[in-house]
């Protein structure tokens, strides 16, 4: 079978609509119509992956390589990823109408200690080409990259083996204390901390 | 029936009754629930766990309620179009809330096919990140979230803590007490370093 190229599909569906998510949520916090617009992208890739897999599972369904119950519960598993896209994709929709948010919405999303970053990183940072899992950002300082931009392709959900380059546009959630610490490591600036 | 079975059936029944809670509230109960029901639902497929897959029907149940209460909230709260315009976008994000949540219980459901195939679990656990519960020891009772420093010092997030039936979400200066269990998200490394904090250690 295409086990693995089903797995892999499945797992990118997974990351999309976690990823969406937390997108979706901090378009509002930030009134940011470029990340708005960046989930709307992603649904439709979703989208059409979702179709995708569908097929994929049928097929191997059909060939006798699944059994019901198998083919049940993928079918299933990959709307219900579906429909946490198209909720994401609703709350992004609220930030694209021409209408001013209700203050409400973002004091009730934003969350009391966490904060979203977007910085660029700069290559005077220690950061540029060492991977995420050497950093160990989320264990050392709190801060959690939900997605890297480069150039016009976007890395989600990165992980431990994902290097960072100078210029990349990193998506980032950390604490209010630790703001200022994570985004001088960005800059390069008055760095305390280096990594060997 | 299972003692949290019985709990989330009776807040499918529960009759919606006009309690004057703002908007605020609400909408962020509804936010946190929608993201709490998502790390839930993974960790109840890839422990194969029946006890969260039940929280995550409470969590389901508990937000339909918390719909029809935006709702009613938000009619009263409109006085002129301008009102209108801007309230419909909050009852927007609590429906988009609401639909994650579902997707989310119905992930859960899967389970109920008993698999053994282990492809829907596997993808849970590719991810750097976990989410485990963790009894509160006694050196952090009377401490909360933010004065242990649990999220500078470890970089895990606690995402709820489980205090008798019922939840307390985002829970950043809410002192923890004996019998609390802490719905912790963080890399391994980081619960490591958690366990030994909740010690007293450094």
């Given amino acids: 079978m295409s086990e693995e190229e089903v797995r892999k599909k499945l797992l990118e569906l997974k990351e999309n609509a976690d990823v969406m998510i937390d997108l979706a949520y901090s378009s509002l916090i930030y009134d940011n119509a470029d990340i708005a617009n960046e989930v709307y992208e992603l649904e439709e890739e979703s989208d059409a992956l979702a179709w995708e897999i569908q097929r994929m599972i049928i097929k191997d369904s059909k060939e006798g390589m699944l059994t019901i119950n198998e083919t049940l519960a993928l079918l299933r598993f990959v709307s219900a990823l579906e429909g946490m896209c198209d909720g994401a994709r609703e709350i992004a929709d609220v930030e694209l109408r021409d209408i001013d948010l209700h203050p409400v919405l973002k004091l009730s999303i934003e969350s009391s200690d966490e904060i979203f970053l977007r910085e660029t990183l700069s290559d005077a940072s220690s950061l540029c080409d060492k991977t995420l899992g050497e950093l160990r950002l989320a264990s050392e300082f709190g801060a959690w990259v939900i997605a890297v931009k480069r150039g016009n392709r976007w890395y989600y959900n990165p992980g431990k083996y994902t290097h960072l380059k100078a210029g990349d546009i990193l998506y980032m959630t950390t604490t209010k204390d630790n703001r200022e610490r994570v985004l001088n490591m960005l800059r390069g600036k008055n760095e305390r901390e280096t990594f060997k | ?202």
């Fill in chain 2, 1 to 202: 029936m299972s003692k949290l079975g019985r709990i989330w059936r009776r807040e499918e029944r529960r009759k919606v009754e006009y309690e004057a809670r703002n908007v605020r509230e609400i909408l962020k109960e509804m936010k946190d629930i929608s993201e709490l029901i998502t790390d839930l639902s993974y960790s109840a497929i890839l422990f194969n766990n029946e006890d969260l897959a039940e929280e995550v029907r409470y969590l389901e149940a508990r937000m339909d309620t918390l719909n029809y209460e935006i709702r009613m909230q938000a009619m009263l709260a409109a006085r002129d179009a301008e009102d209108a315009e801007k309230l419909a976008g909050i009852l927007q994000v609590a429906e988009a809330a609401e639909t994650i949540s579902n997707a989310a219980a119905d992930i859960t459901e899967i389970t109920k096919l008993k698999l053994e195939h282990p492809l829907i679990p596997s993808l849970f656990k590719q991810s750097d990140e976990l989410l485990v519960r963790i009894g509160i020891e006694p050196y952090a009772y009377g401490k909360s979230a933010s004065e242990l420093r649990i999220r500078s010092k470890t970089g895990c997030k606690v995402i709820a803590i489980r205090r008798g039936i019922s939840w307390i979400f985002a829970p950043k200066n809410e002192p923890f007490i004996e019998g609390d269990v802490a719905l912790v998200k963080g890399t391994e490394e980081g619960i490591e370093k958690f366990r030994v904090l909740l010690r007293g250690g450094q």
